[in-house]
């Protein structure tokens, strides 16, 4: 029982380009959804978070957006880069967070 | 500072054999949980310390699995009989209290390929 749902599964932008991942969840109790950026052989890093009480938070490049009624959240990032070439987790919970499946991004220089 | 320690980064064991494998949490992080990490999948919560004890082992898969923390420090995961189906990456991460939202860390993983 997959209770985050990612998509898509695989993202490929152009340097400058705006890259969106969306999240959907099941259970209403969750009241914390981070997003984890994790790069080949390395553990997924803590990248931006947002409470459920409010439905936009934004840090640098990176812009959460929430939609508490459909249950959906989204990562946006900015002026993609090279750099931000990895796979992103969304997640859902509080002091043990359920994962979504990931989405690899790749930003083509 | 030191991040979150694993040992060891890989280990390739044959079936039915016992594996350990380690943690060493960021210095002074009383939380310590690990997860299991599947190809192409996200982190699957396993079992949650706090301190020495094992505040929530609901994700252990079944009685082959255990989980030690006996200083609140150093943990080690320790797998009965493995099967080829526990290959995955073992990932634990620490966090300073545990407490709602509280920022976890994670280690690079050990990579357990069971032949």
């Known amino acids: 029982q997959q209770q985050v749902k990612q998509s898509p599964q695989s993202l490929i932008v152009q340097k400058g380009g705006i890259s969106i991942i969306n999240c959907a969840y099941e259970n209403t109790a969750f009241d914390y959804f981070p997003w984890y950026q994790q790069f080949p052989g390395k553990g997924p890093a803590l990248l931006i978070a947002?409470?459920?009480?409010?439905s936009e938070k934004k840090e640098g490049r990176f812009t959460i957006s929430f939609n508490k009624s459909a249950k959906q959240f989204s990562l946006h990032i900015m002026d993609s880069q090279p750099g931000d070439s990895a796979t992103y987790f969304c997640a859902a919970g509080s002091y043990i967070p359920t994962f979504g499946r990931g989405t690899s991004l790749i930003v083509h220089p | 500072g030191a991040g979150v320690s694993q040992t060891p980064s890989n280990k390739v064991t044959e079936k039915g054999k016992y594996v350990e494998l380690r943690c060493d949490p960021i210095?002074?992080?009383?939380?310590l949980y690990w997860y299991r990490q599947s190809l192409g999948q996200g982190p699957e919560f396993l079992i949650y310390f706090q301190g020495t004890g094992a505040a929530d082992d609901s994700g252990l898969p079944n009685d082959r699995f255990f989980a030690v923390r006996p200083e609140g420090s150093v943990s080690t995961l320790k797998i009965q009989r493995t099967e080829r189906g526990d290959s995955a990456v073992y990932l634990c991460?620490?966090?300073?209290?545990?407490?709602?939202?509280?920022?976890?860390?994670f280690g690079p993983g050990t990579r357990l390929t069971v032949l």
């Open positions: 947002i409470r459920p009480d409010v």
């Open positions: 991460a620490s966090s300073l209290t545990g407490a709602d939202s509280d920022t976890q860390y």
């Open positions: 210095s002074g992080h009383t939380a």
